[in-house]
């Protein structure tokens, strides 16, 4: 069943019951190797490894850290030279590849976000700082060296400002 255009993310509950049926079916195999690496694993060891990787695989991650459990097992098995990835089906793929696109979609606007709050922090420091300058050329007896102090202050975090707006541009405009 292809998942990726249609399907409800599972909740954390039922990913972590994939994954821990992925970790068991690997045990289990591990198991039969690790007490003689001459003994032949089961077919029915190799049909439930099969099937828990097939699940993980084609079940869409709810979160960043499930994607990265789908390409753990993804470079781990190519590492390890045995095939596996070789024998997917198209659905796999898809599913895995619908994951990046939206769970790295999610990350360049969590970058927006950031980009936005440190731009507003920045322009309040600026309207800060041309407060300052303004009280400080206020006063009769200033010393115009601290109102040229302050200037220079409110010049820099002005470039700053300007640098993340272009940051923030550029982030929408790749969006």
């Known amino acids: 069943m292809n998942r990726t255009a249609t ?6 509950q039922q990913w972590c019951e994939i994954s821990r049926e992925l970790r068991e079916a ?8 690790a007490d003689n690496a001459d003994t032949p694993v089961s077919e029915a060891v190799v049909d439930r490894l099969v099937a828990a990787r097939a699940a993980m695989l084609s079940t869409p991650a709810p979160n960043c850290a499930a994607l ?3 390409l753990e097992i993804v470079f781990e098995r190519d590492r390890d030279d045995d095939d596996f990835t070789k024998t997917w089906d198209r659905e796999i793929l898809a599913q895995t590849f619908a994951d990046m696109r939206r769970l790295l979609q ?32 206020t006063f009769a007896d200033g010393d115009p060296a601290a109102v040229v102090n302050l ?25």
């Open 7 to 12: 399907a409800t993310l599972p909740t954390i």
């Open 106 to 137: 999610i990350s360049a606007r969590d970058r927006l976000a950031t980009v936005a709050r440190y731009a507003e922090r920045m322009a309040s420091q600026l309207a800060a700082d041309l407060l300052d300058i303004s009280e400080a050329a």
């Open 68 to 70: 990265l459990d789908k």
């Open 26 to 33: 690997e045990e289990a195999e591990n198991s039969i190797l």
């Open 151 to 175: 200037a220079e202050d409110a010049l820099t975090n002005q470039a700053i400002l300007a640098e993340q707006l272009k940051e923030l541009a550029d982030l929408i405009e790749a969006t």
